[in-house]
């Protein structure tokens, strides 16, 4: 056998071989396995085309053009292969199992302290409120001492806490910013001002250490606690309903003089008590009150000439009323389900 019939001969061999092995390929990894080893650098095919050389010179031109065939033929074929085990394994991928249940898709949702404080302001921006925002690393000046309440003052003790500096404080409230509008503004002067703060209060069912709270503010000549009940009284009933039952009790505040605490019948239980109003039947809603003539000496306001109202409520616990929710815990879920129950369709 000559030269040439022995190259022609093994070509052969590698055709048969290869081809069967391309076409049995059961898997992407396997069939690269066989491309190796039939087009790898160092496969026996590209040995005997770089070995044409050793051939005659007039058996090297028709010795090349059947071993390029031959490799045309391998490639064709495993290209082939390839998109076979490719359109199989996509195929796997989207196949359906119709015997489950359909999911239904999930929709984003606003939380519920989102839709509410939006709801609050909106009312309020009826009364002529404007949205306000300010820093919620605040310092001490504007957290405590520019609202009347020395750092000394049992009163800052209760929230005297979170501490970034030493005089910069995580906001305890959301009052300060009341402070900075006052500083940048002449009266007249009415602000919502949403926004997280920070205290040292229980996980419970009605509280939480960091917590959504709304103030408001109201400055101008001639305004009296009968302007102050009026507002409020008119919150309670456009956003709870008419039916529901205010109620206003002294208390105190730094910042405020007189002081009240606003509580509201609880709509959970309709007074017959609950977890959510400690079996009271109220809820409480906010504290407010009329603010203090120092607070506006300390912001330049002239304190015999303007008076105002102040109030601040935690979203939380007005949402808990809106929705029936019986554990503040909950709006700190992650769990969707929970959510999904505010999706708008």
């Known amino acids: ?10 070509l052969r061999e590698l055709e048969e071989t290869g081809s ?36 005659p010179h007039e058996q090297r031109r028709p010795a090349g053009a059947e071993a390029n065939r031959v490799k045309r033929g391998l490639l064709e074929l495993l290209e082939a292969r390839a998109a076979d085990l490719a359109a199989g394994v996509a195929a796997a991928a989207v196949e ?24 609050i302001c909106e009312i309020f921006k009826e009364l002529g409120f404007l949205r306000a925002r300010g ?9 405590f001492m520019a609202l009347n309440t020395p750092l000394d003052h049992p009163a800052a003790d209760e929230q005297d806490t979170f501490y970034l500096d030493r005089d910069i404080v995580l906001r305890t409230h959301t009052s300060p910013v009341q402070a900075r509008v006052m500083e940048q503004w002449p009266p007249p ?3 919502v001002v949403p926004g997280v703060v920070f205290r040292r ?65 609880c709509t959970i239980c309709h007074g017959t008590g609950c977890s959510a109003c400690k079996g009271t039947g109220w809820i409480e809603i906010m504290g407010a009150g009329m603010v203090h003539p120092a607070v506006f000496d300390n912001v330049g306001y002239d304190s015999e000439r303007y008076t105002g ?23 700190y879920e992650s769990d969707i389900r929970f959510l999904a129950q505010f999706a708008r369709a």
């Open 201 to 265: 209060d229980p996980f419970d069912a009605s509280h939480a250490p960091a917590f959504e709270q709304l103030e408001g503010l109201a400055v101008d000549e001639g305004i009296s606690f009968v302007d102050f009940k009026a507002s409020i009284e008119y919150f309670v009933h456009r956003f709870f309903g008419a039916d529901v039952v205010t109620r206003f009790r002294p208390s105190f505040f730094p910042f405020t003089e007189p002081s009240a605490e606003v509580d509201v019948s």
């Open 20 to 55: 069967a092995a391309i076409r049995t390929a059961a898997d992407p990894d396997e069939l690269e396995r066989v491309r190796v080893e039939y087009l790898g650098r160092k496969a026996r095919l590209t040995q005997l085309l770089r070995g044409i050389g050793e051939l």
């Open 96 to 119: 359906i199992d119709a015997t489950l249940p359909g999911r239904e898709r999930w929709r984003g949702a606003r939380h519920p302290c989102t839709l509410v404080t939006d709801e």
């Open 189 to 191: 002067v009415r602000v």
């Open 309 to 331: 109202f102040a109030f601040g409520m935690g979203v939380g616990r007005i949402a808990m009323q809106r929705y029936r929710i019986p554990d503040i815990r909950l709006l």
């Open 1 to 10: 056998m000559s030269a040439m019939d022995d190259y022609l001969a093994t």
């Open 135 to 143: 820093p919620e690393a605040e310092t001490t000046w504007y957290n």
